[in-house]
């Protein structure tokens, strides 16, 4: 499509996720809608292409999940990991409304599988998308099309002119002219900022450089530093993001779920000095991956390198970039680029500290730990005794950021002097408004999915 | 073995094999995440359980211009030809009519003359119908042949497939459920029962599948119509020509409608879909062979309609040379590829039933 002659009731920016549900509720509703995604078609759908899940309540069996999983239960789930830092009535809406969503997006285009290999434990409570995201997006993209949803790819939103209590125009970028557009409402689904290195290492400080983003290159905050310039309300904490620890040849942007690592419950893991500085035992993985980013960000040069033996490498996944791997503890020192008698007197001291490992047990808690060591290692703590000796990198991996538009139940933004008639926001880019900090898995696509229809048809109604 | 190509394809099931995003959409995923490392040997199978629906390829958050450039369906496409070329035997006969459409058309001229040459120097020693063109025992003593020595070299090259991919002694419940599999192309409709990617890109649409069964349906009634013929003409001393209410003719009539229009549909599906999803090297090839079984279809229920004109003789030869091509070109082409699939289907049941036993 060239540029959009057409008057548009509704413009929505972004083409993940959260826009793509905003914009089908809006064209259903009969709104004419247009899409300004700044990525290029190959890689349109923003971090929603990487997911593999949402997560939904159900009262009982849904779809591909088994038994049942309360409003109550999903919430304690969440606050478990926000530490409170919620907003609980908009916490409450997303998690009700998760149940309607899962036939609406069938409805959609989505299908879903059982659970995948090795994510047993989310059978119940996330429900897997056939073929992953990028299946998803695809899907909501056809869905759209027959909706009537025009599309513009490579089109990069610069700016939102706020008057007052409405938002008069949308700039964007195309093919190197800047456009100009008057849609009756806009809706925002841009995602966060964090592949902005400046805007992350501004927030995060000069460690920040060396994190690696693992979804789209494309949320950059543009729309979003925008609105914040103008005085739209805000919500969250700018220093704060989403980060994991990550296999640290992973690529700087899009490396996605491949370039996760299983191996630390099983390992030691050491800095560029190659001393240990954390409890690689400390619970099962899932629960400890978000963790380790901000262990491994306050480290020397923003690495670490995990370490087992032989007889552990076939107890977690496998991961995309195959490990080091040497006969000789020196010789995977002189690989990794550590001190070499520093790691071998590391390893020896670790050796030395552990017990009895009778009881260990790869999927549990198992207590096999180590005594007297500082830091320790409560659980798996086995002696890395069995050539040949395997090495991987960490580093920093950010999800998303937190930082964003601050909304109300009906997905509408504001400024202190009141709502903003035409504005709403949707998925990643509001995010904060219920996440303060931690992460749910599967939480990402259900704000995105419940909000991502509300606002549609918010604007759809006051557009019609 | 074109070790590059399994090495590419190894690569690619690696970086899957840490994802599995795809796990629902085909047997490929299940059988390739039961693997940590992989043999030239499984990536052969993996290869050969792959139908080409593309579904993984669209869905791939890691196709070009990602730095991973997944592309798995070309990939296993490209080893799955290079392993039927391998196993074939004469190997050379195989590197040349998978990838060349041209010398499959010249193939069926060879053939065409072959069958003109027989019913003039043979002719008939005074039968009926088509018998008057060509005696029976002149058709068998060229067909009998023409049969046989192909599914010699199709018996010889699973053997080959079937040590390579380490198979086990095949149980009769190995046979029924990949039968059951392959007869309902349960794996052309995708995990979700929508289909392939194949003529519209990511859209599901199950033409495909379809188009598929018209083939394999088709060809089977074929096959079947002969067969019965056979049997009526040793059995019960019943000769051809026979009624438009007899076995041979229905079958032979249906299976021919469906073949004729089956292979025209199947290449201009083909023209629609992306050929860099395939084996691009391939696609004269596969043409080539959709058009040479189309052409057999058509060349039948032409001669059927025809049959008491004139341009009779003419058209049996020209019949039966395509039908003689086919057969003995049925190793060395696309038709082939139903023999390994349906081996792979086999092996994949020996590897289900291994993990349920350990379970
Ligand atoms: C590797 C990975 C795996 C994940 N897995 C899961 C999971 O399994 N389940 C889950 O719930 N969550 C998961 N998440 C989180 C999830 O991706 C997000 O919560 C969700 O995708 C956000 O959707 P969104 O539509 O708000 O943003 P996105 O999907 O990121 O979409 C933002 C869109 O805005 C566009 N854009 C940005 N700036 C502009 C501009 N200036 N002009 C125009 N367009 C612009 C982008 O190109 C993009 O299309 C994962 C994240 C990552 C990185
Ligand atoms: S094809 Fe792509 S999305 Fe599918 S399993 Fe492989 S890497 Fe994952
Ligand atoms: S192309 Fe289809 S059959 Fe082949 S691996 Fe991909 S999803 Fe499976």
Redo the contacts between chains.
Sequence with gaps: MATPKEAYDIAVIGGGNAALCAAMTAAEAGARVLILETAPK??RGGNS??T?NFRCMHSGPLGPLVEAYSEDEYLSDLLKVTGGKTDEHLARLAIRTSEECLPWMEEHGV?F??S???TLSLARTNAF???????LV??YY?TAAGLGVDVLYEAAVTHLELNSDQIEWVDYTYEGQSQRITPKAVIVASGGFQADTDWLTRAWGEPAKNFLIRGTPYNRGVVLSDLLDQGVESVGDPTQCHAVAIDGRA?KF?G???T?LDCVPFSIVVNKDAERFYDEGEDVWPKRYAIWGRLVAAQPDQVGYAIIDAKSL?LF????F?PLKADRLDELAGMMDLPAEKLKATVSAFNAACGDISGFHPTELDGVTTSGLIPPKTNWARPITEPPFYGYSLRTGVTFTYLGLKVDETAQCSTPSGKIKNLWAAGETMAGSILGQGYLAGFGMTIGTVFGRIAGREAAAYAN | MQTDLIQEARRQAEICNACRYCEGYCSVFPSLHAERAFSDGDITQLANLCHNCRGCYYACQYTAPHAFDLNLPKALAEVRRDSWERFTWPQPLARRFHTHGGAIALALVVGFALLFWATRAIGSSGGEGFYAVLSHNAMVAIFAPAFLLPLFSIAFSLRRYWAEVNGKPIQMSDLTVALKRAGKMQDLAAGHGEGCNFEDEDRFSQARRHIHHAIMYGFLLCFASTSVATVMHYGFGLHAPYGFWSLPKLFGISGGVLLTLGCGAMALLKQKSDRDLGDPSAWGGDIGFILLLGFVGLSGLVLYALGSTPLMPALLAIHLGSVLTFFLLTPYTKMAHGFYRLAALVRDAQRKRDVSMVR
């Design positions: 190959p890689y292409r990487h593999r299908r599988q059982p995948l290999s090795g998308f056939m073929g992953g995201g990028k299946s695809n899907a056809r690529p899009d996605g779920i491949v996760r076939n996944m496998p991961s995309v195959p």
